[in-house]
């Protein structure tokens, strides 16, 4: 049977490739040297958290360039794919020696420049940069491989965490998957990261979990290595700070990472990310316009019922996290 493709598909791959085209183009021009006394950054999240602005915020710093989400492995992108070796275990937690050692040299190129991963391309936006001597990493896969990360390059990491309610909410609304399978396929994160008690909860939620519970699960098994981590090994920012007391937010950012466009990450703040506009509703984007920092912390308590809300709380007390409580829009700092 010979296959058939529509106009439509036919058109979207031809706008994709001419959009490649152009970005090799572009990214071919610039030019990277390392700055050896400012830090590179290293940002971690989860999906819908945010990551997206504080990333963008970043970039329009000197001297930044960037690369997004480049140890996912999920993506189809032909650099991704072509470089970033293969792991057995999704979630990084449990990779072998050899996988470990690539995954580093992976990460070196990336540091060099040696290889480009979605990197700023649009060049009339404030992110990019010709010239670059620092870079910012961004990626919402390396909660279990930052340790080693941090070892193998002097990186300045920055976690990255929002309220696990609106986050799951998000990713529902957008239909990406949960990566409970991925969670449940690591031999390692079971046997090193579960306790008897938070074992008996996962694998109840993934039999008979709501779509909530399930992703509310997996930002529990993704921020784990964060909050039995020691504070001292990184910097932790909160969606919900930045959203309400930016100014304070940037300068602890801007101190720890050594930024100096503190004025310009402060105004960017009400501006909606590269990732809000796709992928949040027109309400979220108009809260985020109009500064309205109340609303755009709460509203998604209008989507939960009390059910849910104790549904949370459990999950998040078996695996005895108090950062977030399920009823208050805010972390309990």
């Known amino acids: 049977m010979i296959a058939t493709i529509s106009v439509v598909e036919l058109s979207y791959e031809l706008w994709r490739l001419n959009v490649d085209l152009v970005k090799n183009v572009i ?29 963008q915020l970043i970039l329009q710093n000197r ?36 996988e470990l050692i690539d995954l580093l040299s992976y990460a070196g190129r990336l540091i060099r420049r040696e290889i480009v991963v979605d990197a700023p391309w649009r060049f009339w936006t404030p992110e990019f940069r010709l010239f670059t001597n620092r870079m910012v990493i961004k990626t919402t896969d390396a909660h279990y491989i ?30 990406w998957g949960d990566k409970l399978d991925i969670f449940g ?22 039999v008979s979990g709501t779509p909530l519970e399930r992703y509310v699960l997996c930002w529990c098994c993704e921020n784990l290595p964060i ?16 959203v309400s007391n930016p100014k304070s937010t940037i300068k602890s950012l801007s101190s720890y990472t050594a930024l100096e466009n503190v004025e310009g990450m402060e105004s960017s703040v009400k501006k909606a990310s590269l990732s809000s506009r796709g992928h949040s509703s027109n309400d979220t984007i108009e809260d985020i316009a109009s ?23 459990f999950i998040l007390d078996s695996f005895e996290l108090e950062t977030y409580k399920a009823n208050c829009s805010l972390p309990t700092l």
């Open 146 to 175: 930052y340790g080693r990360l941090q070892d193998h390059i002097p990186f300045k990491t920055v976690f990255y965490l929002r309220h696990p309610i609106p986050q799951a909410i998000s990713c529902i609304k957008n239909n």
């Open 63 to 98: 001297g930044f360039g960037g690369a997004n989400q480049p140890f996912s492995q999920y993506s189809a992108e032909k650099v991704r794919r072509r470089y970033l070796p293969a792991v057995n275990d999704w979630t990084y937690a449990g990779l072998s020696r050899k």
């Open 291 to 313: 500064d309205n920092s109340e609303r755009l912390l709460s509203r998604w308590k209008d989507a939960v019922t009390q059910s849910d809300i104790s549904a949370v709380q």
């Open 27 to 55: 990214w071919a021009a610039t030019s990277h040297k390392q700055d050896e006394y400012r830090p590179d950054v290293l940002l971690v999240g989860s999906r819908r958290s945010g990551s997206t602005l504080l990333y």
């Open 185 to 206: 396929q690591s031999e390692k994160f079971q046997h090193e990261w579960l306790t008897f008690k938070t074992r008996r909860v996962f694998q109840k939620i993934c």
């Open 227 to 242: 909050f039995h981590a020691s504070t001292s090994k990184f910097l932790t920012i909160y969606y919900e700070q930045l």
